[in-house]
């Protein structure tokens, strides 16, 4: 039996069958601004943890044609190589195109998923060394869920740090729980040991360390917190993922360091990868 649809039947004819679509298998909402999700996996979708790939919904049909298109945006998995699933972690635009209506996605409903992943923040682009920096602030933190959750991670590198940096305590939820939950992995567990550090910073409320990692960075109080020595290119590696300004900026400190941009096709030691937003 037909169920009954509110568009016309021109409109109805003119709507294609949903592409690359995946099933979504949960959701968490972290605030009213910050969500999380898992999808199915296409089994031929292979990537590499870091990586992002475009995801998205069918948007509004048009006022007169009644053709639909998909409105798509660029997300990083949170999720790593190995997961059945896939993961994401979205910010809530009330307003934005999309997270204005992905954002009451329920488990069982259809995200399309572009299975093209691509990306700059994966161990490929980075040039040996002992220390591996992950900087991000707000939801630039996904891709460092999954490379924290990627074997190849301590295989690599002698000691993580994690740094991340938000307007507000609620919004490090995410990330807290993430970081906690490696130790008790069953397949990274017993590598991660002791090796992941975890620096959580907040600009706009009280927390245990206040301010940009930026301005932490050049005044040297991360490392005296963490009791680490200062960023050498001979030693210590970096990965960024924020805004364009957080981006921006923190290329600069790093590069006070001595650190050297790197890519795909020229590893050297630090990339950085714009958090997408809509
Ligand atoms: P601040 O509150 O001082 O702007 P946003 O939500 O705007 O993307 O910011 C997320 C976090 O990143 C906030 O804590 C914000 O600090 C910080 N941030 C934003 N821009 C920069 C920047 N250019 N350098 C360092 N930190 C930044």
């Known amino acids: 039996m037909n169920k009954a649809v509110s568009v016309t039947d021109s409109a109805a004819r003119a709507v294609p069958s949903l592409p690359d679509a995946q099933t979504v298998t949960s959701v968490r909402h972290w605030t009213d601004k910050l969500f999380s999700f898992r999808v199915t996996r296409p089994a031929s979708l292979r990537f590499r943890s870091g990586e992002f790939v475009m995801i998205g919904l ?15 945006r660029a997300y990083s998995i949170a999720s790593p190589a190995w997961d059945d699933e896939l993961e994401f972690y979205s910010i809530k635009v009330q307003d934005g195109p999309l997270t204005s209506k992905l954002q009451h996605i329920q488990p069982g409903d259809e995200i399309i998923l572009r299975p093209k992943p691509v990306g700059t ?7 040996p060394g002992k220390r591996l920096w992950f900087f991000a ?29 938000c307007r507000d305590v ?9 970081v906690k939950s490696l130790k008790d992995d069953p397949l990274i567990g017993e590598m991660v040991e002791d090796k992941v550090r975890y620096y959580p910073t907040t600009t706009r409320e009280d927390s245990p360390v206040m301010g940009r990692i930026t301005t932490l960075l050049q005044n040297g109080t991360v490392f005296a917190d963490l009791d680490l020595p200062v960023i050498d290119p001979e030693t210590d590696r970096a990965m960024v993922c924020g805004s364009l300004g957080f981006n921006k900026d923190i290329k600069e400190v790093l590069e006070g360091f001595g650190l050297v941009e790197g890519a795909n096709s020229d590893p050297q030691h630090y990339v950085v990868e714009k958090a997408f937003v809509d």
């Not at 069918?58 to 798509?72: F, R, V, W």
């Not at 923040?121 to 040039?127: I, M, Y």
């Not at 891709?143 to 002698?158: N, V």
């Open 137 to 165: 602030t707000g939801t630039g933190f996904a891709p460092f869920a999954s490379l924290l959750r990627e074997p190849e991670t301590y295989e690599k590198f002698d000691e993580v740090v994690i740094t991340h940096t």
């Open 58 to 72: 069918m948007g509004d049909p048009h006022p007169e044609t009644g053709k639909q298109k998909p409105l798509l």
């Open 121 to 127: 923040l994966v161990h490929d682009a980075l040039l």
């Open 170 to 178: 609620a919004e490090l939820a995410y990330g807290e729980e993430l």
